[in-house]
């Protein structure tokens, strides 16, 4: 009697709101090379068929190639040197969208502004130190237009 208790237990405190095993979302499948696992217990090797919960890594080296498939039947491909992340809330094709490369990104490099000093005001927001300059090629863009305007055409 006391040994069926015993028994019993943990499933009736698992209904009641106990710690229940995480669900699994999905598996590991054509695995090549190295891949690793990771999850809250550690890190391990993974092979083929390994069950995955959401919130796993699927860390691929650079020998390494896996696919991890869902269980609603949404295939991720990993290539070397990539992870991610299981969650199974994501729709598809936004999972494939989180497949990150595990190598370092070379820095971004900032584009230099462009040096031409009415350019450089514009960006700037200065142009009242290129007033006149804006102002005299005005003037001599108005005088020309003035110029050719009064000019008598050939009529040949």
Do not use: Y
Request: net charge positive; hydrophobic share 45%.
């Amino acid at each position: 009697m006391v040994a069926l208790a015993i028994v019993a237990a943990p499933a009736a405190w698992a209904q009641q709101g106990g710690p229940a095993a995480p669900a699994i979302v999905a598996h590991l499948a054509n695995v090549e090379g190295n891949v690793l696992v990771s999850n809250a217990s550690g890190l391990a090797a993974g092979g083929n068929g390994l069950a995955l919960t959401k919130g796993t890594r699927v860390i691929t080296p650079a020998n390494g190639k896996a696919v991890i498939q869902f269980d609603d039947d949404c295939k991720v491909s990993l290539q070397p040197n990539q992870r991610l992340v299981i969650d199974p809330s994501k729709p598809c094709n936004q999972r494939m969208l989180l497949v990150q490369s595990t190598l370092p990104q070379p820095p971004i490099t900032p584009i230099p502004p462009p040096t031409t000093n009415l350019a450089s005001a514009a960006l700037s927001g200065s142009l009242q130190d290129s007033a006149g300059l804006l102002a005299g090629g005005l003037m001599g863009a108005t005088a020309i237009v003035r110029w050719r305007r009064d000019e008598t055409v050939s009529p040949n």
